[in-house]
């Protein structure tokens, strides 16, 4: 058993980070003043080769395995979790199912694009009435002749407001159930779509969210993804890979209120002494470490599976979870550590506390991760593997 990273991983996490703070950095303060995405970021990432970091080079991707991935995510959500959500949907959730499931006349015009960031995805499964619920949800694609007859509302979808292209999760006969859900691509400008209202949050603020709404538009049948049927269980597959990614984009906003909170710890003086100095002080800063360290593990371990080919769904659930709800601890240990100026909005940390809420919510909350490993833990699959 070896805990390292090789030589390879080393350089790819110096690479990333190196790039992320020449391209990205600047851009953050603003960003955040605005709660407007620097949009151009999506052509930078695509000139750099930055997008479809795990999908083959012939699609533009990078060919890099999911360590590799969760490194980047990881060092994106270091530097700012608002502009790190959407870069890593363009290369994950928002283009996957393309990258699966469609035909190479569908790749050559959505996936190929999307790589070179000429064109922006945003995925929508989530709706008003439906969100852990997926096998509810009410957006209807009906097939009339060659074309499909998209009616209903999506909300919460990052990049909504920006987005070129959506692969929209609808229901294609309700009384199939669940088993009648598809995949469709949605282009931007097509009749009978709009986007709703922008949905402002409690943080990740440079992060896009929209509603959107479809109202007797019509999509090409060329535009759907896969069989018209057996949606659900891609979206699952999609979901399991997304979730090791936003744990390590989380674990990115963790790294850098550890880094701020130690860095305070040191130079802060209180009562003639540093408050690293106070047990009390101390002890968040060790907690801090220490479950930042059990994170990457979970979140390594998950890529790890992955990339050997291993069943990962269990493992992604955990690391997803646990990294997740630690996250949001050293987060507000962070602002604790900070004391009064930890609540101001002169200093980061309170933006990685309000960042760090989120993780817990999207790409399934905890509580359908808990329901999910307990599910399998059922199956007797308890193991170290
Ligand atoms: C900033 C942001 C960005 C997002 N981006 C996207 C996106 O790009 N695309 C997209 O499709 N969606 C997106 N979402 C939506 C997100 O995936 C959902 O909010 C999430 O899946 C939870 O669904 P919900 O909000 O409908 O909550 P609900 O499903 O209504 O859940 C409400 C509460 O009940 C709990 N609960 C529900 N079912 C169970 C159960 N069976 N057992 C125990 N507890 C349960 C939940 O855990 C939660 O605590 C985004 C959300 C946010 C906030």
Known sequence: MDFSLDEEHKIYREQFRKIFEKEVLPYVDEAEEKGE???????????????????????????????????????????????????????????EAILHLGTEEQKDRFLKPAMRGEKIFAF????????????????????????????????????????????????????????????????????????????????????????????????????????????????????????????ARALGVAIAAYEAAYQYAQDRIAFGKKIYDFGEIRSKIVDMAVNIQAARMLIYRAAWKKDRGMDYAKAASMAKLFA?????????????????????????????????????????TSEIQRLIIGKRLVKHEFDLE
């Open 37 to 95: 995405f620097p949009v151009h970021l999506f052509k930078r990432f695509g000139e750099l080769g930055l997008f479809g970091i795990t999908y083959p080079q012939e699609y533009g991707g990078a060919g890099l395995d999911m360590l590799a991935f969760v490194i980047y995510a990881e060092e994106l959500g270091r530097v700012n979790s608002g502009i790190a959500g959407p870069l890593i949907v363009q290369s994950s959730i928002g283009t």
């Open 124 to 247: 929508a499964s989530t709706e008003p009435s439906a969100g852990s619920d997926l096998k509810n949800i009410r957006t209807i694609a009906r097939k009339k002749g060659d074309k499909y007859v998209v009616n209903g509302i999506k909300t919460l979808i990052t990049n909504g407001p920006v987005a070129d292209v959506i692969t929209l999760v609808a229901q294609t006969d309700f009384s199939k159930g669940y088993k009648g859900i598809g995949l469709f691509l949605v282009e931007k400008g097509t009749p009978g779509f709009k986007i709703g209202r922008v949905i402002k949050k409690l943080g990740n603020n440079p992060s896009p969210t929209a509603e959107l709404i479809f109202e007797d538009c019509e999509i090409p049948v060329e535009n759907r993804l896969g069989p018209e049927e057996g949606g659900f269980y891609s979206v699952m597959h999609l979901l399991n890979d997304g979730r090791i990614v936003v744990a």
């Open 324 to 364: 997740t709800e630690a996250v949001e601890k050293i987060t507000r240990d962070a602002v604790q550590v900070f004391g009064g100026f930890g609540y101001s909005n002169e200093f980061d940390v309170e933006r990685y506390f309000r960042d760090a809420r989120l993780m817990t919510i999207i790409e399934g």
